[in-house]
């Protein structure tokens, strides 16, 4: 089974408040916890997918209130939800927006969709992992290209650097978006979440941390049932049957 979270301030193209990211993650995590969810699609609905931190919410607010608010704690266990997060985007995906795209496993995108860090045109920069997820994913050369002008960038463009996975026509965004999540929701649900976990630990880690680190997970799936099962079905050549344990 699939869980779905669509982005829905429409009226304000889903500029991200604090009330819309606890509420993300309350969505995130219980699916996290849920054994019937395999995969999380996330998505916008109106114009966007998100153009950003909500400018309103900010605009007086000063670094204490941050600190008091401990404004990025919540946005940190975005990162750690152990599920695939596939997301979907159309239109914009600016800022917080693409902050949050970039939290997702996989993107796909529309072609109409446009990304990019406009935060330098209000005289800030991006605050919830912009700067360290794009340089990571593209490099720093274009990074500093992207986030210095902060111009806006096609779908295409964001491909071919390998920010999302597929650009597809608008029509058929969410059924492309699905197809792939419910390919990702048959696998072993244990395999899958140990290599998020390990995939996401090589950006951290060097190389030989990072392969200790496989390697416990390499092994702890030899403790499960459906390593049992998968090996078992292809020797007996008939289907697996995973149950997740
Ligand atoms: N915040 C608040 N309201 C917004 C935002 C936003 N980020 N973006 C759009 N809106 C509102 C507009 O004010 C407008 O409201 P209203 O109808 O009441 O006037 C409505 O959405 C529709 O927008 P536009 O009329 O401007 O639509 P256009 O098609 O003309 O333009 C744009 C679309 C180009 C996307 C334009 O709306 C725009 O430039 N938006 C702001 C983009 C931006 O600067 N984003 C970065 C924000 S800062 C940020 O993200 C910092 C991240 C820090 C960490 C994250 C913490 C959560």
Known sequence: MLGFVRLNRPKVLNAINREMVSEILAAFEYMDRE??????????????????????????????????????????RLAVVKKPIIGAVHGFALGGGFELALVCDILFAAEDAKFGFPEVNLGVMPGAGGTQR??????????????WTGEMHPA?????????????????LMEETKKFALQVAQKPPLSVRLI?????KAIDYSLY???????????LLFSSEDQKEGMRAFVEKRRPDFKGR
């Open 134 to 147: 794009l340089t990571k994913l593209i490099g720093k050369t274009k990074a500093m290209e992207w986030l």
């Open 209 to 219: 941390e990072g392969m200790q680190y496989e390697r416990k997970n390499f092994y």
């Open 35 to 76: 054994e019937n969810v395999r995969a999380i699609v996330l998505s916008g609905n109106g114009r966007a997918f998100a153009a950003g931190a909500d400018i309103d919410e900010m605009a007086d607010e000063g670094s204490i209130d941050f600190e008091r608010l401990n404004q990025f704690a919540d946005w940190d």
């Open 156 to 172: 295409q463009e964001a491909c071919d650097l390998g920010i999302i996975n597929r650009v597809v026509a608008p029509e058929v």
């Open 196 to 200: 998020k976990d390990s995939v996401l």
